[in-house]
């Protein structure tokens, strides 16, 4: 019984797409007296109008975001790649690299900050979340505290970071925050079990809702890992059944969708998988995903990259982009933005402007792949190696 009424309340008890974020009624199929009526009200955080701008200001044509929430470890393994230490000046000197390229708010309109790098200056003495409002760009903060093993699942995962969120957040408000990142994973080679993603789709729709009471936009995150060897159609089957527990459950806590961004993983075949996709197949698959299964109302769907190389992530991006969509189809690039531009810098203070080339010729190249018009022209071979490591992490 407990399984009969779930599939109804699905099918036939979420808001109508008109009703969503305001107050509605619905009555029981079966006759009842007039006064009998279940009554479902969605609260509007105190926030909402800042939140819509926010979003839409994110999720404006051309510009796309920039992921720089590296935890310290991750961010000590890229220093490692190019010969540093991981200390905090190096990590500064590179955040201060990235934030103060000239011009870079032209083609980013948001970026992704680590707790540390959001209380912390330039080399030259100014707050980081100050250069970035400068250039126009919306500064976010990661806000989950990372992936833990999920008891009584097929050695799968969960993110944690829910107790204590409402208070650093509104923290991190304060420190200057206006979005959020929230990621969990889901892994197909592991299955994925149903306890894993209504796990990821719970947690994501509370992250959600408590940034909203906070007034950070949540950005939501549940990444299909790359790694495995099945075909595009399995993705594309795992990717349907996960942003439909996600919506459901961003749906039951009052989530208000015109005031969220979202971060999906292309549709793509695994890693391993021995027959590819071309940008348009990925775009045909994707757009797909995203017809059938998130609402007109969000206002930006800003994909990650994965393990694809800068320019096959550039690649697809452009391709779902050739036609008009009702979303603001864009980009949260870390590596793709940031791999060239990292191995130019070297660590060297001669390299700096150098790098900073670097990362404007991605950042344009992605700007111009959200308004469809990357061409490809003057792609550097290094922008066309792959990225991807299994079972990476933050």
Not at 321 to 348: D, E, I, M
Request: net charge neutral; charged share 20%; glycine share 8%.
């Amino acid at each position: 019984m407990a399984s009969a009424a779930t599939t109804l309340l699905k099918s036939s008890f979420l808001p109508k797409k008109a009703e969503w974020g305001s107050k509605h009624q619905l009555v029981a199929a079966h006759p009842r007296p007039a006064t009998v009526v279940v009554s479902m009200v969605a609260r509007a955080s105190a926030y909402a109008d800042e939140l819509v701008q926010t979003a839409k200001t994110i999720a404006s044509p051309g510009r796309g975001i920039l992921a720089m929430d590296e935890s310290n470890a991750t961010c000590g393994k890229r220093l490692d790649s190019i010969g540093l230490e991981n200390t905090e000046a190096n990590r500064q000197a590179y955040r201060t690299l990235l934030v103060s390229a000239p011009g870079l708010g032209q083609y980013i309109s948001g970026a992704i900050l680590f707790e540390e790098t959001l209380y912390q200056s330039t080399v030259d003495g100014k707050k980081i979340v100050d250069v970035l409002s400068e250039q126009g760009i919306v500064p976010g903060i990661k806000v989950d505290k990372g992936l833990v093993p999920l008891a009584g699942s097929n050695n799968e995962s969960w993110c944690q970071g829910l107790d204590g969120l409402a208070s650093r957040e509104a923290a991190y408000y304060q420190a200057g925050a206006r979005f959020a990142k929230w990621r969990t994973v889901v892994s197909i080679p592991n299955g994925p079990s149903q306890l894993a993603v209504k796990e990821a789709a719970w947690g994501l729709a509370r992250y959600a809702a408590i940034s909203q009471e906070n007034g950070l936009v949540p950005i939501v995150e549940p990444e299909i890992l790359l790694d495995g060897e099945h075909g595009i159609e399995r993705t594309f089957e795992v990717a349907q059944k996960v942003w439909a527990e996600t919506f459901f459950y961003m749906a039951e806590n009052s989530v208000m969708f015109e005031g969220i961004l979202l971060k999906p993983s292309m549709v793509t075949p695994g890693a391993e998988c021995e027959e590819k996709a071309t940008p348009e197949q990925v775009a045909e698959y994707t757009l797909r995903l995203l017809r059938t299964r998130i609402p007109p109302a969000v206002p930006g769907i800003m994909f990650l990259s994965g393990g694809q190389s800068e320019v096959e992530a550039t690649q697809n991006l452009n391709a779902m982009n050739q036609s008009p969509n009702p979303w603001h189809v864009s980009f949260s690039y870390a590596r793709a933005l940031q791999n060239t531009c990292l191995k130019t810098w070297g660590g060297r203070p001669e390299n700096v402007k150098a790098a900073q080339d670097a990362l404007l010729l991605r950042a344009k190249a992605n700007s111009l792949a959200q308004l469809g018009k990357y061409t490809g022209d003057g792609e550097a071979a290094a922008a066309k190696e792959g990225m991807f490591v299994k079972n990476y992490s933050y």
